[in-house]
């Protein structure tokens, strides 16, 4: 079945540091993919998606790339801030109805 | 807008109780989901709806029921609270039916502690 997996945590960066989370996929067909962020006490919230191959998602300076070669959707950021400390899941969309998400990578940000 | 509300907040239960988990949404969504996401596992989905009158199950739908009489409403209900099912619940909601490839609103959760 589909599945997702991301590089496990937590990510621990100072300040200003260049972050990379890995996320590769398995799926039949071709899934969106989504990254989805959860900051301390809240619930989920999207941060970017890429619905096709070669797509780029951006937000907030955040950015991943729809790669169908490798079935991956690796989440960047070039300078981290200590307000980007949060947990961040991939996740996959098909055709299902059913949205599978990875199992979340804490990032921490120092100042 | 409210968005996805989810009511309790937070909740204790003994083995053996039963409840519902209250999850609404304003913004005429079809699709709603609920899911449990427990340390080292990432969230997983328990039942999710395509629109009022239709339920399937998810990943992990033991233990759980759900319905769906109307758009806005979504309730999950425990029937016979065990510990296993100590969890943070989560709601949420799309615009479309049929596909999941719409942005998820997710409501702020519902702590549960099973004793």
């Known amino acids: 079945g589909d599945s997702v997996t991301q590089m496990e945590g937590p990510v621990t960066l100072s300040e200003e540091a260049f972050l990379t989370i890995n996320c590769t996929y398995t799926?039949?067909?071709?899934?969106?993919l989504f990254w989805y962020v959860q900051y301390p006490g809240e619930g989920l919230q999207l941060l970017l998606k890429a619905t096709k191959a070669d797509d780029k998602g951006s937000n907030k300076g955040f950015e991943a790339t729809y790669r169908k070669e490798t079935t991956s959707f690796h989440l960047e950021k070039g300078s981290v801030q200590v307000s980007d400390s949060a947990v961040y899941f991939c996740?996959?969309?098909?055709?299902?109805?059913?949205?599978?998400f990875g199992t979340g990578t804490l990032l921490a940000v120092q100042p | 807008n409210a968005g996805v509300t989810q009511t309790p907040k937070f909740q204790v239960l003994k083995t053996g109780q039963s409840m519902t988990l209250q999850c609404a949404q304003d913004m005429n969504h079809e699709y709603m989901s609920w899911y449990r996401q427990d340390p080292g596992m990432g969230l997983r989905l328990i039942h999710y709806s395509v629109g009022a009158g239709i339920t399937d199950q998810g990943e992990v739908p033991n233990g759980y029921n759900v319905s769906r009489s109307t758009t806005e409403d979504f309730p999950l209900r425990l029937l016979s609270a065990a510990p296993s099912q100590t969890s943070v619940y989560f709601c949420a909601s799309s615009y479309s039916r049929g596909t999941v490839t719409d942005t998820q609103y997710f409501g702020p959760g519902t702590r549960l502690t099973v004793l």
């Open positions: 799926a039949t067909g071709y899934p969106s």
């Open positions: 996740a996959l969309g098909g055709a299902t109805n059913k949205l599978i």
